[in-house]
């Protein structure tokens, strides 16, 4: 395990029905456990407790702890109205960020809805999706980095007798914040925050556009492989929620939004077993970039 010593991490084996367990020491390495109260509950956040700089948004369990492994107390539990967030504090070199953290599940269909759920709650400067990716190109390797530029939706179009027509329509984060995220890929200083093994080669950044739509690419001989490469052709990597959380982050005034991915598989050279050893590896480094990214951006609000 890697990464300098920013502060105490809580993991998510929190029972809510009492008080949370965290781990703290350097480097992640010390445990400690504090006293548990017999039959404690937890009492409902008042409405001034609703606060958060940052919403960091994931969709599945590996890439939620990483970033939760990130995060210290205290720790809090909000449910917006159905979507259960937890927030902790981000203690970096720079700032200390209060944030709320959420696991959505997988798909794009319900990612706007949390989305707005989260900033009519927290009201956050910055908004971020963290999680992992699939490459398309032979430019990235796993473990990777891929930070959005802009996003295509690619399965929009008119599917005809003969042939399909694209209509895709792109979303794009704020100016600001790709800005950001271009100088932290150009100081790479975010790889030692990584919590993973180090790999063979280190892990690089991208900012560059992404592709997002419903359908998982299995194969890269595939249809939606095919159509990816002749109509998302710069497009580094593939997701499923980036576009409608985008979008979602769009209709409201004021707030930045970025996607981060880590790529844990590519269309090629897929074997059984991968999803495990890299899925957790590629969320890793999209969560140390993404710290690396708020303890450096100022959104100006």
């Known amino acids: 395990m890697t990464g300098d010593n920013y502060g105490n991490h809580f993991l998510g084996n929190t029972t809510f029905s009492g008080n949370p367990v965290f781990q703290t020491g350097e480097n992640n390495h010390n445990h400690q456990t504090p006293a548990r109260t017999e039959h404690a509950t937890r009492t409902p956040a008042r409405a001034e407790d609703h606060r958060a700089d940052a919403v960091v948004i994931t969709a599945i369990s590996s890439e939620y702890t990483a970033v939760a492994r990130h995060l210290s107390g205290p720790v809090g539990e909000v449910n917006a109205r159905g979507t259960l967030f937890r927030t902790g504090t981000l203690r970096g070199a720079r700032r200390t960020l209060r944030i709320a953290l959420a696991e959505i599940g997988p798909g794009a269909v319900g990612t706007g809805v949390h989305v707005e759920r989260a900033l009519t709650t927290f009201d956050p400067a910055v908004l971020l999706f963290v999680g992992v990716a699939g490459g398309l190109k032979e430019d990235v390797r796993l473990g990777d980095v891929v930070v959005a530029d802009a996003i295509y939706d690619y399965e929009t179009g008119k599917d ?142």
């Open 160 to 301: 005809g007798e003969d042939d399909f027509r694209p209509r895709a329509k792109t979303a794009a984060p704020s100016h600001d914040a790709v800005q950001r995220a271009r100088d932290v890929a150009a100081r790479g200083e975010w790889q030692r925050r990584a919590l993973s093994s180090p790999l063979p080669d280190p892990p690089r950044a991208f900012v560059k556009p992404v592709a997002a739509g419903s359908t998982v690419v299995a194969h890269e001989r595939s249809r939606t492989a095919e159509r990816l490469r002749r109509y998302c052709g710069d497009a580094l990597a593939v997701e499923m929620e980036g576009y409608g959380f985008l979008h979602g982050a769009y209709l409201t005034f004021g707030t930045h939004a970025l996607v981060i991915r880590g790529i844990s598989d590519m269309l090629s050279g897929k074997t059984p077993g991968s999803d495990d050893l890299w899925q957790p590896i590629a969320a890793a480094h999209a969560a140390a970039f993404a710290c690396a990214f708020l303890d450096l951006f100022d959104p100006g609000r």
